[in-house]
């Protein structure tokens, strides 16, 4: 990016730089142009003084009475200072010293008076000097104005070439990200795809495993211990793996968006069920709550348990069993609260501020007793993305995990 806007930032100098230098020339050339007309005017005029039968004072009279450019005439005698004996603008003030006398007998000079003037002299001889002059304080003025107007432009020309330029290297690279996102949500979508099919495909093999190790088990009856211990063992991981199956299929099919099966249920006692069963499976750990009494929502019941369920699994993983939870379900005008906290040791760093990723972990291990399947929160995200809900995480006041859920139900 930084490269691309030096890129941008030399071609609008480079434009600049070009307009500057076009501009400069061009001013200059009327400029060279308009004093070469002076200096042919004046050159011509003293040519056919000097050829006049009449003297030098009268002949430029008659001779700049009609010229196309006002000529001033000015006369000096006897070291004294010139009188203008013909007014146009150009102010004849002083005497021409000897060396611009000399000078401007032979070619046009521009001296500095009262104004800038372009001027031809003659000699006249015994401190006689006749001056023609032509004021050309406009001319400089409008060369001056000019090139700064030049300057002006060039600038407004490189700010505007350096926001087209930006504006162009955004819609760049807006086209690229819209290019990046397609593509992202082309993966996803292919993700999704592959998790569904992958769920569906793996649960017919994981049946008829789960069939046969439930007849062993009923075959066994305990007649030996050590086969029957092997079995249970074989029968949980398949009960783990049917359930991070099912966990995979619900997170393809929310990522497909489905319209939801909504419908009225009682979430107050919905939400008292797993906490009594939070209880039951650790009677050691303190739970307190706030469950609004009689919330009777329209929603998925399915995946509203899903979200409880997710809620106290991970408590069981993830935190000590004698840290202190606390749970919350009220409502707010259209919206369903679910407010979680505990006292354990909190999320990993840098968790919360990179947001909910599928398959992460409290725990890296991957141990079963912490690990878990790693999807509870990626599905808990998903189900309330579903409902069009939002999700915080953060620090609790009891020091572990804070969770708030708001769902528009």
């Known amino acids: 990016m930084k490269g691309r806007n030096l890129y941008w930032s030399a071609i609008a100098f480079l434009v600049s730089l070009i307009a500057i230098i076009i501009g400069l020339s061009l001013i200059q050339t009327n400029y060279a142009a308009e004093i070469k007309t002076m200096d042919k005017l004046l050159t011509q005029d003293i040519h056919d003084i000097k050829r006049s039968i009449t003297g030098y004072p009268s002949a430029a009279l008659l001779l700049t009475q009609d010229s196309p450019i006002p000529i001033t005439v000015g006369f000096s005698a006897d070291a004294g200072l010139p009188v203008e004996i013909r007014d146009s603008g150009a102010r004849v003030s002083r005497r021409l010293t000897p060396s611009e006398l000399a000078k401007a007998g032979v070619t046009p000079i521009t001296v500095k008076m009262v104004t800038r003037n372009r001027v031809r002299a003659i000699d006249m001889g015994d401190d006689q000097q006749l001056i023609l002059a032509i004021n050309v304080d406009n001319l400089t003025r409008n060369r001056t ?227 878990g399947s790693g999807l509870g929160l990626s599905l808990v995200e998903a189900i309330v993305k579903a409902f069009n809900g939002t999700i915080f995480f953060g620090k609790s006041d009891l020091g572990g995990v804070q969770m708030r859920i708001e769902l528009p139900i």
């Open 145 to 371: 104005n000019g090139l700064r107007l030049t300057f002006v432009f060039a600038l407004l020309l490189f700010i505007f070439s350096q926001t087209v330029a930006r504006f162009a290297s955004s819609r760049r690279d807006l086209r690229l990200a819209q290019q990046n996102l397609g593509i992202e949500q082309e993966r996803q979508r292919r993700m999704q795809e592959f998790l569904g099919d992958a769920s569906h495909e793996l649960r017919t093999p994981l049946t008829v495993i789960k069939g046969y190790t439930e007849l062993l088990r009923m075959r066994d009856r305990g007649e030996n211990p050590e086969v029957a211990k092997q079995i249970d063992r074989m029968h949980a991981e398949i009960v783990r793996m049917e359930e991070l199956i099912n966990d995979l299929l619900l997170l393809a099919e929310l990522g497909e968006h489905p319209a939801l099966e909504l419908a009225p249920f009682n979430v107050s006692l919905q939400a008292l069920g797993f906490i009594e069963d939070a209880q039951l499976l650790q009677p050691g750990r303190e739970i307190t709550y706030s469950v609004e009494p009689g919330l009777i929502v329209n929603a998925s019941e399915k995946l509203v348990a899903q979200i409880f369920s997710n809620i106290f699994s991970n408590a069981r993983r993830h935190t000590p069993e004698d840290a202190q939870i606390h749970f919350a379900l009220f409502r707010d005008g259209s919206t369903l609260h679910i407010d979680y906290d505990d006292a354990g040791l909190g999320f990993p760093e840098g968790f919360v501020s990179h947001g909910v990723r599928h398959f992460a972990r409290f725990d890296k291990s991957r141990s079963r007793a912490t690990g």
